[in-house]
């Protein structure tokens, strides 16, 4: 039926004549054949088809088979929807009286019916109100004949309110312009007067004999659908009172209580307080259902309610707090609904396997905390009072649901990793509980210490208290370290003191949480390194086992970090551990890789002349065996164990460091190294590793040429080498040159890239460096280009990245390095240029800092002016062209700063740079007008300081050219400032 690449020719479309008989061929070859994916591209053109308006109502007939008819219906609501601009308002009349005609008198399936009342509800849509001023009250009085007298027709009702449902339902997902769908929305807000007694009406009749159960369902679904047109609050109540009537059915309990929630949470209500606490009155005795299901163990019977409760309690929770504040009336009325949710969160079952209800007011008691501290100290005083008892019982509520179960081992994987979420949200909670109890929490948690300790000495098995108070511990972990009034707080010394003396009995799980404590506590332990004897055995026995090395590990590096000055005292012990725990052969690669870090910490407290007498032992087998592979014929074993070394020397490199620079010292403060017993100049050891290591390392990447993890690895610890030793590399620098540039040659990668620009950054501006410099500039560049031309750009999106982020940092550092004759500007340009065009965020985003700094530096380094001028024009359309719609919109920031800094330091230049754009027709897009682009141009042009205001001009051009302008898109991106 279709061929590749459709094609449209009047009537035709792929050579086959749009007729309600071939199309109906088509829907029933869909069907039968396996040609399914051709035959759904052509019906799906089809349909899209002028013809379609005539062809549809064909199918729909009742001689014709069922899936001809849903198709036919769905094509009328496709072309009413979608296609609406293809009628003229003269053919608004006759469309509208044969949509209702077909919809009151079809007799075939309810799916199809359906689709014929989306049709007419976006007829509704468009129509309304000057085409049809009353939809609404016009389609309810049609329907009141057979509605009326005292055998109403139940079909005729469904159907009524089948439609009266999908209205709303079709507004909210037709794309319409923001002024149309406002002028939409204020019509049906005023039907809501006619809409609603109607449905009430028909909810009246619930219970009563002969009454359509199915009917008062649809009426429920439809006040849900149009609550959202804002319910006036003075009519609120019988709305509420009909759906609580009709909430004790089971068949209609779910929908009543989602159409509550969408009353209750509509963002009008809260400027009707007194109305609301109203509402609320009359919903809260549903909280005896609430808790007859949970009494009986039928969690998931609770649901509807709970989630009404928990609506109400998000949408409201500062007028929570003001009616629990102002009221001993209020006070009770908002502590009934509090409780009725702590219920929830506190359910005796077990997470996830018995019960899911427990996760769901997490978002509730974040958002009241939240607004709790907002308040005015007065209030928040009085909150505390009120909510602390609650939030004291939340915790302990949490603390006995985050407790794991001994036999998780009998779940299933998804069921474990839904109790580590849960477990996550748990610690949160507990976190956002510190804001309301502070130093109550504290306490709490310290008791709740003591009993599990007590608990665990007389039976071990009694490990999950223990562990769930350890856990919530860590959750506070982090906010405590943070808060300056923590600092003494001897509640915390008391917790810390206690660790050593938790009878673990070698539970890992016990362990690993507390192993969690001490990492994240290690902030606190920086102000406090009296408690870092009580701590560090428990990190540095763990090391050992396997099922606890990944924590301890992680502790170990967390305290090594920022309790290192404090850490002296227990360096042998530590270095002592690290060294057992690397020769087991327990630990992972990961494991050994960050247990450098701590190690190069701890070496960097020795005296200078026992550390590599103390590294040697961990490192000469891995560096023998460096240099054999590096002689060794090329493999994947031996390349997994070369990049393994490679990374565990990056990682001691980070750290091992006896200048101990700060990170805002210049260098030129940094002196020689002395021995301060001996007097004598002491070398750095990662100096001395790196100078052993050297020949390796081009024996490995000769070895491994066109292997780019190797080059990557060897690259990478080059780098953190030169970042640690700074100015003391300067004897390695060119033996480090040449190698990273045989890297490059090789296999160009970012990492060569980065090591370069190290050298460039810290000696651009030395006179006896710069040939060397522009030598190694111009071979980069060289190589750079030459590979960015094998392929598409995207394909070298990371290389163009860091390359011309390189650039841009020797322009700011030391342009004068691009004044090389063997560096081709032309060629460097053009490729800059042509970037500017990538889909990619980053390589765009460098490529134009470089040229920004290009043109703002150049005016200070005269030779490079011509380059400018040269290619200046070149480069301006391209960015016009960018703006215009040939890159991504979410880049125009980028272009406004190559427009700002050529109209700072070129303006003659763009003059008549902008004189071309404008007298080019149809550039950038033929939807720029010449007055457009004469009013863009002088609007830049005037712009040579305020960057906010380019910004907005380029992007109200960019939108022109793309079609774009005054667009409701367009105007939610203004919103957005994009």
């Known amino acids: 039926m279709a061929t590749a690449g459709p094609s449209m020719n009047n009537n035709l479309l792929d050579g086959v004549e749009l007729t309600s008989a071939n199309v109906e061929q088509a829907v029933l070859q869909f069907y039968q054949s396996s040609a399914m994916q051709e035959t759904h591209k052509w019906l799906t053109l089809a349909q899209l088809s002028p013809q379609a308006w005539s062809f549809c109502w064909d199918l729909i007939t009742p001689d014709k088979k069922h899936e001809v ?92 309110l089948e439609l009266l449902t999908v209205i709303p339902e079709e507004f909210s997902t037709l794309l319409l312009s923001s002024n149309r769908r406002s002028i939409v929305r204020n019509s049906f807000s005023s039907s809501l007067s006619t809409v609603l007694p109607f449905l009430l009406g028909v ?51 779910d929908t009543v209580i989602e159409a509550l929630s969408s009353l209750v949470s509509h963002p009008d209500t809260h400027k009707y307080p007194q109305r609301l606490m109203g509402v609320l009155k009359k919903i809260l005795p549903l909280d005896t259902m609430l808790h007859q299901y949970m009494a009986e163990g039928s969690y998931e019977m609770c649901l509807p309610v709970l989630s009404l409760f928990i609506t109400f309690g998000e949408s409201h929770s500062r007028l929570l707090i003001d009616w629990s504040t102002s009221s001993s009336e209020g006070r009770d009325v908002v502590l009934r609904l509090v409780t009725a949710i702590l219920a929830a969160s506190s359910c005796h079952a077990q997470f996830p396997t018995q019960e899911t209800i427990s996760e769901m007011p997490f978002g509730f008691w974040y958002i009241l905390q939240d607004d709790i501290i907002a308040c005015e100290p007065e209030q928040y005083q009085q909150c505390v009072a009120l909510f602390g008892p609650v939030y004291t019982a939340l915790v302990n509520a949490m603390l006995n649901k985050s407790m794991y179960d001994p036999k998780d081992g009998e779940w299933s994987a998804d069921q474990r990793e839904s109790l580590r979420c849960y477990r996550t949200d748990i610690a949160d909670t507990i976190m956002y509980s510190f804001n309301i109890l502070r130093d109550g929490l504290l306490h709490s948690l310290l008791q709740h210490l003591d009993s599990a300790i007590s608990g665990c000495l007389n039976s071990p098995t009694a490990w999950p208290p223990l562990e769930a108070c350890l856990h919530a511990w860590y959750a506070v972990a982090e906010s ?73 590990t992680m502790a170990l590096k967390d305290i090594s970090r920022d309790c290192t000055d404090s850490m002296k005292p227990y360096a042998e012990q530590v270095i002592s551990s690290i060294q057992q725990s690397l020769t087991s052969g327990t630990l992972n690669t990961g494991e050994c890789v960050r247990l450098m870090y701590p190690l190069g910490k701890m070496l960097s407290l020795l005296p200078p002349h026992q550390i590599l007498p103390r590294l040697e032992p961990l490192l000469a087998s891995h560096m023998q065996a460096l240099d054999q592979l590096s002689k060794s014929p090329a493999d994947q074993n031996s390349k997994n164990r070369i990049i393994f070394v490679l990374k565990l020397l990056t990682m001691l490199f980070t750290t091992l460091d006896i200048a101990r620079r700060e990170d805002d010292q210049p260098e030129s403060e940094c002196g020689p190294l002395v021995d301060p017993g001996s007097g004598e100049s002491i070398q750095q050891p990662v100096f001395l590793i790196l100078k052993q290591c050297l020949p390796v390392y081009h024996a490995i990447c000769a070895n491994y ?23 003391d590399m300067r004897p390695l620098t060119q033996e480090v040159l040449t190698l990273s540039l045989a890297c490059y040659r090789a ?58 982020s390189m650039l841009g940092q020797v322009l700011k ?73 040939d890159a991504s919109r979410s880049y125009i920031d980028y272009f406004t700063d190559i427009l700002l800094a050529l109209n700072k330091k070129y303006f003659d230049n763009l003059c008549r740079y902008m004189n071309s754009m404008v007298t080019t027709d149809n550039f950038p897009t033929e939807l720029c007008s010449r007055e457009a682009k004469e009013h863009f141009a002088r609007s830049v042009l005037k712009e040579r300081a305020n960057k906010r205001k380019l910004q907005e001009t380029v992007r109200e051009f960019s939108l022109l050219s793309r079609g774009l302008l005054g667009s409701e898109y367009a105007a939610q991106l203004v919103q957005l400032g994009l």
């Open 705 to 727: 040429s066109t292997d780019p993890d190797i080059t990557e690895a060897v690259c990478t610890n080059l780098k953190q080498g030169v970042s640690t030793l700074q100015d």
């Open 480 to 552: 405590l370290a943070d808060s300056e009034e923590e600092e003494a707080n001897p509640l915390l010394s008391m917790f810390l003191a206690k660790l050593p003396v938790i009878p673990f009995h070698n539970n890992t799980r016990v362990i690993s949480t507390a192993l969690d404590c001490i990492g994240g506590f290690s902030d606190w332990l920086a102000m406090h390194p009296q408690l870092l004897p009580h701590v560090t055995p428990i990190v540095t026995s763990a090391l050992a086992s396997s099922e606890l090395s990944m924590a301890a």
């Open 203 to 253: 909810m009246a009749h619930h219970g009563q004999e002969g009454a359509s159960t199915e009917a008062t369902l649809q009426a429920c679904k439809c006040v849900q659908a149009w609550v959202q047109f804002g319910v006036p609050m003075e009519s609120c109540d019988p709305v509420v009172d009909r759906l609580l009537q009709c909430v004790g059915d089971e068949e209609l309990q």
């Open 747 to 804: 296999t160009p990668q970012p990492a060569a890239l980065e090591l370069a620009k190290q050298f460039f950054i810290m000696y651009g501006r030395e006179a006896e460096m710069e040939t060397p410099l522009r030598s190694l500039l111009a071979e980069l560049c060289s190589i750079s280009l030459a590979t960015i031309q094998t392929a598409s750009l995207s394909d070298h999106a990371d290389l163009i990245d860091c390359f011309y």
């Open 69 to 160: 008819q849903f198709f036919g219906a769905s094509c009328l609501a496709v072309k009413v929807t979608r296609c609406w601009g293809e009628l003229r308002p003269e053919q608004f009349p006759g469309l509208r009286k044969r949509l209702l005609d077909i919809m009151t008198s079809y007799q075939g399936p309810k799916i199809v019916l359906t689709r014929i009342c989306v049709a007419v509800s976006g007829l509704v849509i468009h129509c309304v109100p000057d085409h049809w001023p009353e939809p609404i009250t016009d389609i309810i009085s049609m329907f009141q004949p057979q509605l009326s007298g005292p055998s109403p027709n139940y079909r005729s009702l469904t159907l009524l």
């Open 813 to 885: 550092k030391q342009p004068g390095l691009f004044l090389c004759p063997n560096l081709d500007t032309n060629l460097l340009m053009q490729a800059a240029i042509s970037c500017l065009t990538m889909p990619e965020q980053h390589p765009v985003k460098s490529v134009a800092g470089f040229l920004n700094h290009l043109i703002s530096v150049s005016r200070e380094v005269e030779p490079l002016v011509p380059i400018v001028n040269t290619h200046g024009e070149q480069l301006f359309m391209q960015v016009i062209k960018c703006v215009g719609g």
